[in-house]
């Protein structure tokens, strides 16, 4: 009876717990919807035009470059995912730091450049991503894109896909390419591909100039690829920023950048 009684509260606590989160998003889902609303009936003015704090790069620091892989189909789907976003938006705070990281980088590597593969990315983009990747199993699909109903950090605006190109502007061999799945992507495998010689000293010098200009500024590198850094943990992300559904929350943001 005791034993009943335990499971009948674990089930009713873990139903909670769900419905709850079901709440949040749509209380989430319902701000961004009437946020569009008011921008198309011409209700919010300049000063409201961005209540997700999120800015272009670019604004903040025209030496960073950006080739947003997911506005053609040079990325791993092999098709466009984009069709609002064309640029690379990060939260305020966060491209702030970015514009740091450069700073850093042009003064230790004089000519270098940050070069932007992606930035904000919606959730609907980022499931996606997910549904691309259904024959892997999920252990092994989580190392590349994070599952969209545990949301990841890009879309919150607050992780960046990136490299480096040096002063002829041609991006550092880094010995694996962006949207790589394969580990020799792994930083946390460098040394094991060094001593196989699948990786070069250079190739591993190469991410480290990156890693070392991205720890400038405390972002935390993703172990399963050399290219992507966070600028927090998930959960305090969360607390701090709104989550981005989808390209039409932007759509007035993208307009008057």
Known sequence: MKKTAIFLFLLTTLSCSTDIK???QKLDQNIASNYVQKVENGDISVEEENPYHLVD???LNANILIDLKYTGTDNFLGERLYYIIDK?????DVAQRLSRVQEFLSKTHPGFRLLIYDALRPVSVQKKMWDALDTLPISQRVKFVSNPKNLSLHN????????????QGLPLDMGAGFDDIRQIAYPSMEQSFLKSGQLSVQQIENRKILRTAMQSQSFRQLQ?????????????????YTVIYNESQLKQINSKN
Do not use: F, M, P
């Open 156 to 167: 919150l605006g607050a992780a960046i896909d990136l490299t480096i190109v040096n002063q």
């Open 224 to 240: 399963t690829e050399w290219w992507h850094y966070n600028a927090c943990s998930r959960e305090e992300a969360k607390q701090k």
């Open 22 to 24: 079901k709440t949040q």
């Open 57 to 59: 790069v670019q604004s």
């Open 88 to 92: 690379a938006y990060l939260q305020r």
